[in-house]
């Protein structure tokens, strides 16, 4: 009974249709990922390692740096922060209702003119801490930093030349994966360069992007103010600040040049609840903002909600393949299109992804 109801659903219309698009979404999008981040590459990045930061305009930044529980990087992080090649930037470090020492870590430092605590006793989550931190932020362009992020000394020379178009509300930076030392994490090493950092240039050659990253960011404030800040209800304050932002037809943009060093998830369980709240959080940005597929206004929109979209139904799909595919052999049945030697579909998926890698 159960061979021939698995046999009937695999010669079926849908499953046949379903197995195409499992094979040539992964196939069509990295070929788009490549060549338009290749544009990108070509078009704002040229002769990359030759290229100084630009020198001046320089006005004043301020550097938000939530922390919660941050007692062991704290001091390591926010000493790479003070030593910026900037010449007027200040930071403020949100101490966040930690219950361990992060307040007397940052005592250590509290010498520093540049720095300034602020000690909220409620632990409310990064986005209420960033919103509270905002009023007291003396630059208009403003800088959000992880708690364990380490940026590059040049990194605000190359983002802040960006707020001189009066349209950029927000400037994304280029996070790399500091802690290398575990296979997992050079895993993640390998993912920021080849799928995240790639997306991110394709999706500025698209028009719009998806988020700028939560680690490295910077933000004309009064942009901010306008869209009404950080929203605590979204597990992903990033993604959905930058769809706010966006559909108030102000410009976001990927500056690769700006690195930042982070620290990644080094167990799988870590690296699980990272990318369970990742995909709770555009699933609900996506439901939240559907309307702009509404909108011919917002049609510079329309790529990368069509492209999140297209990925969480080839997520549901590999999940719903699998598990039929596993049935199957369980059962005796030789299931349709999952063979165990490589045929030209995986041979053709698998090519792509060394060339994406390469690019990456």
Known sequence: MLVDILATLQNSLLFQVTLVYFAAYP?????????????????????????????GPFPAVSVLVPAHNEE???????RAMLALDYPDFEVIVIDDGSTDDTAGALGRLAGNPRLRIVRKVV??????????????????IVLILDADAEPAPDLLRWMVPHFAAPRVAAVTGNPRVRNT???LARLQSIEFSSIISLLRRSQRIWGRIVTVSGVVAAFRRSALFDVGGFSPEMPTEDIELTWKLQKKFYDVRYEPRAVCWMTVPASYRGLWKQRLRWARGLMQ???????????????????VFVESSLSTLWAVCFVVLTAIWTISWAAGLPPVGA????????MTIATLCLVQLSVG
């Open 27 to 55: 196939i069509v999008t990295s070929i788009l990922w490549v060549t338009t981040s290749l544009m990108f590459r070509l078009r704002w990045e040229p002769r990359l390692d030759e290229v100084p930061p630009p020198d």
């Open 123 to 140: 632990n409310e989550g990064k986005a209420m801490a960033l919103n509270d931190a905002l009023p007291l932020a003396r630059g208009e």
């Open 285 to 303: 940005v996506l439901h939240k903002h559907r309307d702009v597929m509404a909108h011919w206004k917002y049609r510079r929109m329309w790529p």
């Open 339 to 346: 063979s165990p030697i490589p045929n030209l579909w995986g």
């Open 72 to 78: 062991a990087v704290i001091v390591r992080s926010v």
């Open 181 to 183: 030392d575990t296979f």
